[in-house]
């Protein structure tokens, strides 16, 4: 279970958006660089978004966003969710995603791609405390009581929590240790 502040976002909310080209010369692997990366996060979003990671800081206060249709369009950088997770963002989610993200965030390890069937993104204000619970694929508005449903992460799921794709086939004896 994830209980959190939430970050909120329409739709398509792109590559570029979650992490401006300008930082892709960011090395993820390099400790340094990865927490600089999170201190980018979400910078090319709109200004009615607010801030996202506090002037200053290398991560945010909300560790869950909600989001709408499509998030993660764009480009197939992979450093989108890699600069989510470093902001220390645990799970997006959204009602559906570019399917190279949703694919990403598996690799990488770094988020939870939830989906869920309706637009909860209406329902959600920035700010507003959620939980959202694994077990019972679910995410609960704090603040208003509301429980949505969330599409189960089937077999992504234990990727991410062996953090990530390598990860998980060292693991699991498919990649020698």
Known sequence: MITSPVFVVDDNIDTDQIIPAEYLTLV???????AKLGSYALSGLPDRYGKFVPPDATTTPYRLIIAGENFGCGSSR???PIALGASGVRAVIAQS???IFF?????????????????ICDRFQTGQIATLNFDANTITNETTGEVFPLKPLGEVKPVIDAG??????????????
Not at 28 to 34: L, M, Q, T, V
Not at 103 to 114: D, I, M, Q, S, V
Request: charged residues 25%; hydrophobic residues 30%.
């Open 28 to 34: 993820p692997s390099k400790p340094e660089e990865y």
């Open 97 to 99: 995603y570019a399917r």
């Open 78 to 80: 992979e450093h989108a």
């Open 103 to 119: 694919r990403n965030c598996a690799a990488t390890g770094e988020l939870y791609p939830y989906e869920t069937e309706m637009r």
């Open 164 to 177: 990530g794709l390598f990860a998980y086939a060292r693991a699991t004896g498919m990649l020698s240790k």
